[in-house]
C-alpha cells in the first residue's frame, strides 16, 4: 500500500489545493471516490446554503466523535477528551486549530494570508489560524477533521474510517 492510500486524508487535502487553484470544488465519498466537481465564485461555492461562516464551523467542529464545547478565556473551544482541537473567536470570525506541521504546512500553502501559523512558539507547534469568512466549508472541514486526528485517541479516529 502506498504512502497516499495509508493517509487518505491526506491525499484528499493535497488533491484539493490542486483544485483549489484551478477553482473547482471536488468532494469525496467514504471511499475517497469523486462525488463532483462544481466551480468556485471567490473562493465560495456558488449554490452554497445560506449559513454563517461561524455558524457552520461551530456545527462541523461539534460533529466529531466526543467533542464537547467548553469556554477557553473570551473564545469558544471544542475538545476531544479535554484536548482542545479548535478555538473559536466569534467576535472576529476566526477559529485556531490544532494540527500536524505537516498539516498546516499543507493548509497554509493553499493561500498564507487565510490560513496561517499563529504567531510565537504556539504556532511552530501546529497552531494554525483560520478566517473564516474567506476559507471554503470544505477546506475548514478537511482542517477540522485533521485536527480531530491529530488531538484524538486512535479508537475515536478508527470511528471516522468506519
Known amino acids: 500500500m502506498d504512502f497516499l492510500s495509508q493517509n487518505s486524508q491526506l491525499w484528499s487535502v493535497q488533491h484539493f ?31 452554497e446554503v445560506e449559513m454563517s461562516d461561524v455558524e457552520a464551523f461551530y456545527e462541523m467542529a461539534l460533529s466529531f466523535p466526543e467533542a464537547t464545547e467548553e469556554p477557553h478565556f473570551h473564545k469558544v473551544s471544542f475538545r476531544v477528551r479535554k484536548k482542545i482541537l479548535a478555538t473559536l473567536d466569534l467576535d472576529k ?28 512558539a504556539l504556532g511552530k507547534q501546529g497552531w494554525t489560524m483560520v478566517e473564516l469568512e474567506n476559507v471554503p466549508c470544505e477546506v475548514i472541514k478537511s482542517a477540522l477533521t485533521c485536527a480531530f486526528r491529530t488531538v484524538a485517541p486512535k479508537k475515536l479516529t478508527d470511528k471516522l474510517d468506519s
Open 17 to 47: 489545493k490542486l483544485s483549489m487553484k484551478l477553482g473547482q470544488s471536488i468532494r469525496y465519498d467514504r471511499n475517497n471516490q469523486l462525488e463532483y466537481d462544481e466551480m468556485f465564485e471567490h473562493g465560495r461555492k456558488t449554490d
Open 93 to 120: 470570525g476566526t477559529a485556531v486549530l490544532k494540527l500536524t506541521e505537516q498539516d498546516q504546512t499543507t493548509f497554509t500553502e493553499m493561500n498564507d494570508t487565510v490560513i496561517y501559523p499563529v504567531k510565537g
